[in-house]
């Protein structure tokens, strides 16, 4: 757990939940940032911020979607960011965490539901730093927090751009090595942003609603930032279907790739039966052991029989060179 308390226009750290509610019931602005799940925490949130018992379960629970919702005195905001490991790693497969917020008049309680959340971090550093944000109101730090978070979207962006990218090289240049190793990352790229996008969709109309100024907690000077918070995950959001639709076509291409280089095998497959089935008819003609069978005693018989199989077969290699079906 991490307090910091504004003090004369200064910030304050502190790690005493009774340090914190003194600063609450003297009017001080405060930022709590709560870890583990612990009955002290509980406490506090429910007897002094007054916090509605069905928001704290929500607060140290995994909820899944994000939501908002809007009580008396705060307003409680659920939205998921990017862990800090998708950034390094050179597969896709997506990883989100949960961000619970809430915002009261003079206090602002953040819980994340995994520490590895790199929007929480820069902004306390921040505050220590300068306490301006946070002398500006628990609206404005919620702000950067999300303005943050957002932000982190679009390195995951850009990685999803690369790899679709490569794959369509891949499989325009006909360079890929086996349909067992593009498919799956095919189906993985897809299944990763279809569940940014379950995610992503909701996030939206969350960022919708405050910038709106549905909400009391949040002034109407900040109303502009959260709109372009809001404009930001929307651009977010049209990658999201755009890159959704192209994975479903580099899908439907290398499915028809593949079909092309069936038919291609196919195809070799038949010209190469088509021009043995005549010599095999040579071939059985001349070996059935009938006693008065033409050329059977004949000396230039069995180079006879081969010229007329390599006549054969040049003749139907010939047509289908014509024909340009070879």
């Known amino acids: 757990m991490k307090a910091l308390i504004l003090e004369n226009d200064h910030a304050v750290e502190s790690s005493d939940l009774a ?9 001080k602005t405060f930022w709590l940032e709560l870890d583990e799940k612990n009955d002290e925490a509980t ?6 911020l007054k916090i509605h018992p069905l928001a704290v379960e929500d ?20 939205i998921h960011g990017i862990r800090e490991d998708d950034r390094s790693s ?45 002398k500006k109101g628990p609206a404005w730090v919620a702000h950067a927090v999300m303005d943050r978070m957002v932000d ?22 006909g360079s890929v090595r086996s349909d ?21 969709i909701y996030q939206r109309e969350i960022l919708l609603r405050l910038a709106r100024a549905e909400f009391d907690e949040i002034p109407r000077e900040l109303v502009p930032f959260y709109r ?18 192209l994975v479903t076509s580099l899908l439907e291409a290398q ?9 291609e095998i196919m195809k070799r497959l038949t010209i190469i039966s088509t021009i043995m089935l005549p010599l095999s008819l040579i071939a059985g003609i001349y070996g059935m052991n009938f006693e008065h069978m033409p050329e059977l005693k004949w000396l230039y018989g069995y180079p006879y029989a081969l010229g007329l199989m390599l006549v054969v077969a040049s003749g139907i290699i010939v047509y289908f060179v014509r024909k340009r079906w070879l």
């Open 180 to 200: 067992r190793e593009v498919i799956p990352r095919i189906i993985r790229i897809k299944r990763s942003l279809q569940m940014l996008r379950r995610v992503t």
């Open 152 to 173: 982190e979207y679009m390195p995951l962006i850009e990685k999803f751009d690369d790899q679709i990218d490569g794959i369509e090289t891949q499989i325009l240049e």
């Open 19 to 27: 340090e914190v509610g003194a600063a609450h019931a003297a009017g």
């Open 255 to 263: 499915f028809s790739m593949q079909s092309n280089r069936m038919n």
């Open 59 to 78: 607060v140290w629970n995994d909820v899944g979607l994000p939501k908002v919702e809007d009580f008396d005195d705060y307003v409680q905001i659920i």
């Open 43 to 48: 406490r506090f949130l429910e007897q002094t």
């Open 90 to 134: 050179n597969e896709v497969p997506l990883e989100l965490a949960e961000l619970d917020i809430l915002i009261g008049k003079n206090f602002l309680v953040t819980h994340a539901h995994d520490e590895k959340v790199c929007a929480i971090t820069p902004v306390q550093v921040e505050i220590m730093r300068s306490a301006k944000l946070l």
């Open 228 to 245: 372009d918070v809001y404009d930001h995950f929307a651009r977010v959001t049209e990658l999201v279907d755009s890159y959704r639709e």
